[in-house]
């Protein structure tokens, strides 16, 4: 086997399991939940700290962004309204929409 | 409904529902708490003897989807509906959502389309009518003063012998949870019941049902079992309750729950869609699901009646 061919092999191998960790950890920056069907699409979500996480609205009906123990809160949110929070501390964050509180989420910031 | 319902003493018999397709609830109370009718001296005609209110619900103004881009009118029809009644009401109930966002131009258009009625209107909010910057202020700048209303918004008034209570239901809810009355509303309603004799009829209403209806929707209050014991030791307690946008009845012992349809638009039956969302319909069918019922109480032995008029063609 060519050098060249190992070194392939090595990058194609690196590169999917870089992959396969970025699917399940956003990038430093930016996240997105969308929320519809009375539910935050991706339940749980796990971030770095520093990263501003944005809620976009696309059900039919109003929803809310609200932490359980108070950390953020978003204004009513109407069809394609959005709500964006940055999250500078690690920990984990439950919320609910307090318009229909069985709708529940959790936000996981990881160092 | 409650054919078995003779005795005129029972007041299981003490309400006739009546359904029409429309977009509120009209309901008559026929003989208050007159001892003689309860005694079943005479058998009163319900219009010439009772008085009638009617109950409003889920207005969403400022909802401008599919299931109806625009809800001021279905709104107005209803008023205009409510105009056209043979006898006039005594006075309204809204049981929230009477705003979609808590928006002030929201609750301007609200107030303007029902005064149109010309009823003294009397109001719960929704969970949709404390979403506002200061969480609720909007609501109890407009409503909650003028009945010296507590907490969130809960007061009682009397009326023709029948002690009504508007109680709030959607206000600090827990995430994963239902409605919620919260302990210092339940303290202030057994001091407030306390004292009233038990042949005084009683009208609860709060925006969520206070049965549970779906849990997984979270269409019932974690803790209705206590407003419910409350009233326990009443001969006659009718709950009215919104914020499912469609009928449903239940009677339990002396208690006969019942949920008004919404003015704006339906929402499924439990069960039936994924989701609790707004239902889109046919256009030529939306008002066939937009409801009046009214509900007739007759003193004596007359059993409940519901009678279902649709507002436009099913």
Redesign the interface.
């Given at each position: 086997m060519s050098i060249k061919s190992l070194l392939i092999r090595a990058f194609l191998a690196g590169g999917t399991a870089s992959c396969v960790i970025f699917a399940a950890v956003a990038l430093p920056g930016e996240a997105h939940v969308t929320i519809d069907n009375f539910s935050f699409k991706l339940p749980v979500l796990t971030i770095h700290a520093g990263t501003t996480v944005s809620w976009e609205n696309d059900d039919d009906i109003a929803h809310t962004v609200v932490a359980t123990d108070g950390t953020f809160r978003s204004a009513a949110l109407d069809t394609e309204d959005k709500f964006s929070f940055t999250f500078d501390k690690p920990g984990t964050f439950d919320y609910f929409c307090s318009l229909h509180p069985r709708m529940q989420g959790q936000i996981v910031v990881t160092p | 409904m409650a054919e078995d319902e003779k005795d005129g003493v029972n007041r299981r018999g003490v309400l006739e529902c009546m359904l029409w397709a429309g977009t509120g609830v009209l309901w008559t109370v026929s003989g208050g708490v007159p001892r003689s009718s309860m005694l079943g001296i005479s058998e009163a005609n319900a219009a010439a003897s009772g008085f009638t209110f009617l109950q409003i619900s889920d207005s969403h103004i400022g909802f401008k989807?599919?299931?109806n881009p625009n809800v001021l009118a279905t709104l107005d029809e209803a008023i205009v509906k409510i105009g056209a009644l043979p006898q006039k009401p005594a006075f309204m109930i809204h049981t929230g959502d009477i705003t979609?966002?808590?928006k002030p131009a929201e609750f301007d258009d609200a107030a303007q389309a029902i005064g149109k009625a010309k009823l003294e209107t009397f109001y719960v909010p929704g969970?949709?009518d404390i979403?506002?910057?200061q969480q609720g202020q909007a609501y109890l700048e407009r409503y909650g003063k003028r009945m010296q209303a507590k907490g969130t918004g809960w007061y009682s008034f009397d009326q023709n012998g029948v002690h009504f209570v508007g109680l709030v239901n959607v206000a600090n809810?827990?995430?994963?949870?239902?409605g919620s009355l919260g302990a210092e509303q339940l303290a202030w309603l057994a001091d407030d019941l306390k004292g009233k004799s038990a042949s005084t009829p009683v009208v609860l209403f709060a925006h969520i049902p206070l049965w549970t209806v779906s849990a997984?929707?979270?269409w019932g209050t974690e803790d209705s079992a206590q407003a419910l014991g409350l009233v326990k030791r009443f001969g006659s307690v009718t709950v009215l309750n919104g914020h499912i946008h469609q009928v449903m009845q239940k009677v339990e012992g002396a208690v006969t729950f019942h949920t008004a349809r919404s003015t704006a638009f339906p929402q499924p039956a439990p069960g039936t869609a994924?989701?609790?969302?707004?239902m889109k319909v046919p256009d030529d069918k939306l008002r066939s699901v937009l409801g009046i019922a009214s509900v007739v109480v007759k003193s004596g032995t007359q059993p409940l009646a519901i009678t279902d008029t649709a507002l436009g063609a099913a």
């Amino acid at each position: 086997m060519s050098i060249k061919s190992l070194l392939i092999r090595a990058f194609l191998a690196g590169g999917t399991a870089s992959c396969v960790i970025f699917a399940a950890v956003a990038l430093p920056g930016e996240a997105h939940v969308t929320i519809d069907n009375f539910s935050f699409k991706l339940p749980v979500l796990t971030i770095h700290a520093g990263t501003t996480v944005s809620w976009e609205n696309d059900d039919d009906i109003a929803h809310t962004v609200v932490a359980t123990d108070g950390t953020f809160r978003s204004a009513a949110l109407d069809t394609e309204d959005k709500f964006s929070f940055t999250f500078d501390k690690p920990g984990t964050f439950d919320y609910f929409c307090s318009l229909h509180p069985r709708m529940q989420g959790q936000i996981v910031v990881t160092p | 409904m409650a054919e078995d319902e003779k005795d005129g003493v029972n007041r299981r018999g003490v309400l006739e529902c009546m359904l029409w397709a429309g977009t509120g609830v009209l309901w008559t109370v026929s003989g208050g708490v007159p001892r003689s009718s309860m005694l079943g001296i005479s058998e009163a005609n319900a219009a010439a003897s009772g008085f009638t209110f009617l109950q409003i619900s889920d207005s969403h103004i400022g909802f401008k989807q599919a299931a109806n881009p625009n809800v001021l009118a279905t709104l107005d029809e209803a008023i205009v509906k409510i105009g056209a009644l043979p006898q006039k009401p005594a006075f309204m109930i809204h049981t929230g959502d009477i705003t979609h966002l808590s928006k002030p131009a929201e609750f301007d258009d609200a107030a303007q389309a029902i005064g149109k009625a010309k009823l003294e209107t009397f109001y719960v909010p929704g969970e949709h009518d404390i979403i506002d910057e200061q969480q609720g202020q909007a609501y109890l700048e407009r409503y909650g003063k003028r009945m010296q209303a507590k907490g969130t918004g809960w007061y009682s008034f009397d009326q023709n012998g029948v002690h009504f209570v508007g109680l709030v239901n959607v206000a600090n809810l827990k995430g994963g949870g239902m409605g919620s009355l919260g302990a210092e509303q339940l303290a202030w309603l057994a001091d407030d019941l306390k004292g009233k004799s038990a042949s005084t009829p009683v009208v609860l209403f709060a925006h969520i049902p206070l049965w549970t209806v779906s849990a997984e929707w979270g269409w019932g209050t974690e803790d209705s079992a206590q407003a419910l014991g409350l009233v326990k030791r009443f001969g006659s307690v009718t709950v009215l309750n919104g914020h499912i946008h469609q009928v449903m009845q239940k009677v339990e012992g002396a208690v006969t729950f019942h949920t008004a349809r919404s003015t704006a638009f339906p929402q499924p039956a439990p069960g039936t869609a994924p989701s609790p969302g707004p239902m889109k319909v046919p256009d030529d069918k939306l008002r066939s699901v937009l409801g009046i019922a009214s509900v007739v109480v007759k003193s004596g032995t007359q059993p409940l009646a519901i009678t279902d008029t649709a507002l436009g063609a099913a």
